[in-house]
């Protein structure tokens, strides 16, 4: 199975700061990674796919970056809304499989 | 309104059955493969089950493999996870996804509904 590693667990930053988000695959995936959005008591949302695709709908400030087993999801500004815990997910091989989630708190 | 909506979950014991449902709306249901993601309390998510839209092909981790099984019905647009051989492990909310068509990423998901196994 292929293992997708975040770091780190938790970023503590303030609005308006930058976040930057990796997520490293135990093997290449190629441009086959996808990030996802979780709010507490809420499901996950698509962001971005096929690793710096933004999903509709999504703002701009989301971006994605990588390829084969590095990859990187920034935030340029940080907005309220986007404290929450952040995921990465293969779709290379099977099984799918999702990362340990990043935790974007507010400092 | 684009949707989808689990039902089924609760509390069982070890060892019983439980059988999940995910109802569709608001998009052509065969159009786009399915899955099952779940989510133990205060952990990460975990791939579960997928399914294509037609129902021909179906995929499994291999830690519910054996023991689950999904399924579909188009002419209700409902889909099934089928639930046996219940572990304390299986604990979590399980969420229904829509695939992005087949493209196996998930671009909607339910609410998700709560699954108990305890004694």
């Known amino acids: 199975d292929i293992v997708l590693t975040q770091s780190p667990d938790t970023l503590s930053l303030s609005p308006g700061e930058r976040a930057t988000l990796s997520c490293r695959a135990s093997?290449?995936?190629?441009?086959?990674l996808a990030w996802y959005q979780q709010k507490p008591g809420q499901a996950p949302r698509l962001l971005i796919y096929?690793?710096?695709k933004r999903a509709t709908g999504i703002p701009a400030r989301f971006s994605g970056s990588g390829s084969g087993t590095d990859f990187t999801l920034t935030i340029s500004s940080l907005e309220p809304e986007d404290f929450a815990v952040y995921y990465c997910?293969?779709?290379?091989?099977?099984?799918?499989?999702f990362g340990g989630g990043t935790k974007v708190e507010i400092k | 309104e684009v949707q989808l909506l689990e039902s089924g979950g609760g509390l069982v014991q070890p060892g019983g059955s439980l059988r999940l449902s995910c109802a569709a709306s608001?998009?052509?249901?065969?159009?786009?493969?399915m899955s099952w993601v779940r989510q133990a309390p205060g952990k990460g998510l975990e791939w579960v089950s997928g399914?294509?839209?037609?129902?021909?092909?179906?995929y499994y981790a291999d830690s519910v493999k054996g023991r689950f099984t999904i399924s579909r019905d188009n002419s209700k647009n409902t889909l099934y996870l089928q639930m046996n051989s219940l572990r304390a492990e299986d604990t979590a909310v399980y969420y229904c996804?829509?695939?992005?068509?087949?493209?196996?990423?998930?671009?909607?998901w339910g609410r998700g509904t709560l699954v108990t196994v305890s004694s």
């Open positions: 996804a829509k695939v992005v068509v087949v493209v196996w990423y998930f671009d909607l």
């Open positions: 608001g998009f052509t249901f065969s159009d786009n493969a």
């Open positions: 399914i294509s839209g037609s129902g021909g092909s179906t």
């Open positions: 093997q290449s995936v190629s441009s086959y």
């Open positions: 096929d690793a710096s």
């Open positions: 997910q293969q779709r290379s091989n099977w099984p799918l499989t």
